[in-house]
Nanobody, 116 residues
Framework: QVQLVESGGGLVQAGGSLRLSCAAS????????MGWYRQAPGKQREVVAR???????NYADSVKGRFTISRDNAKNTVYLQMNSLKPEDTAVYYC??????????WGQGTQVTVSS
């Protein structure tokens, strides 16, 4: 059974920081590139960062230089350190494998709200 549990979101002022965590079941974590995605109200879900099983990373242009993705393979956990947050970063953040399939399970996500 796939499990994805995101945590660490909250309300923060612009310029602040948050660290998101995602505990994933071993079946999805061990063999996959993992990604952090976000969905803002009225917008499609987008991938903001991904990390391979070997630690190679890739970021969306909108977060490059501000967000850092990492993974702890021993804990089946992926993290997203978010610095210099902007109001446009406000969204529900999810983790999942990358890329995802049409029928993939999604966790509940964690809300990030950045006030100006």
């Amino acid at each position: 059974q796939v499990q994805l549990v995101e945590s660490g979101g909250g309300l923060v002022q612009a310029g602040g920081s948050l660290r998101l965590s995602c505990a994933a079941s071993g079946s999805i974590f061990r063999i996959n590139t993992m990604g952090w995605y976000r969905q803002a109200p009225g917008k499609q879900r987008e991938v903001v960062a991904r990390i391979s099983t070997y630690g190679s990373t890739n970021y969306a242009d909108s977060v490059k230089g501000r967000f850092t993705i990492s993974r702890d393979n021993a804990k089946n956990t992926v993290y997203l350190q978010m610095n210099s947050l902007k109001p446009e970063d406000t969204a529900v953040y999810y983790c999942n494998r990358y890329p995802t399939g049409l029928t993939d399970y999604w966790g509940q996500g964690t809300q990030v709200t950045v006030s100006s």
